[in-house]
């Protein structure tokens, strides 16, 4: 492991390799680890991705998990993936050029010209007082690399842009972005930063169909919640809000 100088309030710790930054990141949550700890690693032998996914996770990549300890309930603090995802669109913004090629698809990853380039994995803990004990947001993005397992519908920075990046330039890019996107968070909650994650999202207004469990729900992407919940519109123009499912288009 070597250390980071702590910068923007994060202390990056470096590995160059890890089973997965997630779970490096929650042990030491558990044992009292302050916030700002970002546990980064050169790759990921059991990286996990949503949906109980593995996340490949070879070299070239970048795997990072930030712990933070917001002062909110553990269901406000679930919006800081939102944030997260935005915070990585952010940072890639100066190396694909075009805004409008990198979007945020609900609830969490970002895609590059419609292909999956990152996701974000949140785990935390309430501390049985209604707050949040701690939050892991854990970051992958291909930035070299689109993994062959999820080889359909992924890519990497590098293959739609030509651009090679180093993943330490976008993870400081992307700490900067954080820590300025989680002071407003923090100061005036996830209302501050929807209509910044509604500027670049993808497919509000289309057609979709959102998968929870064993279920299959078809609607229009009407909207964001305040809460960072999606609002599907069924077919007699009834608004339903879900806070979790995976969203596909068409
Ligand atoms: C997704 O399914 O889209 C979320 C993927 C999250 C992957 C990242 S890589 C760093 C961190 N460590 C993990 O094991 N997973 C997350």
Known sequence: MSGGAPSR???????PEVASTNDLARQRAERGAEEGLVILAD??????????????????????????????????SATLS????????????????????????????????????????????????????????????NVARAP????????????ATGVAVTPRTVLDRLLDGLAHRYADWGERGFTALRAAWLARAHGVGSAVTLRLGDEAIQGRF???????????????GCLTRYTAGELFFG
């Open 43 to 76: 790759r990921q032998v059991a990286g996990r991705g949503r949906h109980g996914r593995a996340w490949d996770s070879p070299l070239g990549n970048l795997y990072a998990s930030v712990l933070l300890r917001p002062r909110a309930p553990l269901a406000s």
């Open 82 to 141: 939102l944030v997260a995802a935005l915070a990585v669109i952010e940072a890639l913004d100066p190396f694909v050029g075009d805004r409008s090629r990198l979007r945020a698809k609900w609830p969490n990853d970002v895609l590059l010209d419609g292909n999956k380039t990152a996701g974000v994995l949140l785990e935390g803990a309430d501390d049985g007082r209604g707050n949040t004990a701690w939050l892991v947001i854990g970051i992958g993005v």
């Open 222 to 236: 009407a909207d964001l919640g305040e809460d960072g919940s999606l609002l599907l519109e069924n077919e007699l």
């Open 148 to 159: 062959e397992a999820l080889a359909r519908g992924t890519t990497s920075v590098q293959a």
């Open 9 to 15: 309030g994060f202390v990056v710790e470096h590995y």
